[in-house]
């Protein structure tokens, strides 16, 4: 009898370890952002009249900002600020590789998102963006 009472509950157990898991996973899948969204990027304008295209592509796909270089601007610091969770994940990088990829699963959350690169120059890029 001791045995069957034993082998019933270690079945409601998993049970429940199989409901919490799935309950866990569908709320995961909710706060994740979409997997690609496209990023405009726009340089800080010298005269406030217009702000001009940058020559940066830019996009959002699997936690990553993905930036894609046009020209080479040399060194610069990106700072990508979660404005709905007040985090924000800021890198040093070279632009004369093309292609730079800034993981920001740390900061990841379904919100307003706002972008500055600053060149060594003294230009600045930024972008604002919603992950959804």
Do not use: W
């Not at 899948?29 to 496209?38: G, L, V, W």
């Not at 996009?59 to 404005?83: H, K, P, W």
Request: proline share 3%; glycine share 6%; aromatic share 10%.
């Amino acid at each position: 009898m001791k045995k069957v009472l034993l082998i019933f509950f270690a079945f409601l157990l998993s049970i429940n370890a199989i409901t919490c898991l799935a309950n866990n996973v569908a709320d995961n899948e909710e706060i994740k952002p979409s997997t690609y969204e496209p990023i405009v990027v726009r340089k800080e304008p010298t005269n406030f009249h217009r702000s001009l295209e940058a020559p940066i592509f830019a996009y959002y796909a699997a936690g990553t900002i993905n930036l894609d270089f046009v020209e080479n601007l040399g060194a610069a610091t990106v700072v990508i600020q979660n404005l709905t969770a007040g985090a924000q994940v800021a890198e040093l990088i070279d632009t004369g590789m093309g292609n730079v990829v800034i993981d920001i699963d740390s900061i990841l959350t379904v919100g307003n998102y706002y972008m500055t690169i600053t060149t060594m120059s003294g230009d600045v890029y930024y972008a604002e963006f919603t992950l959804e």
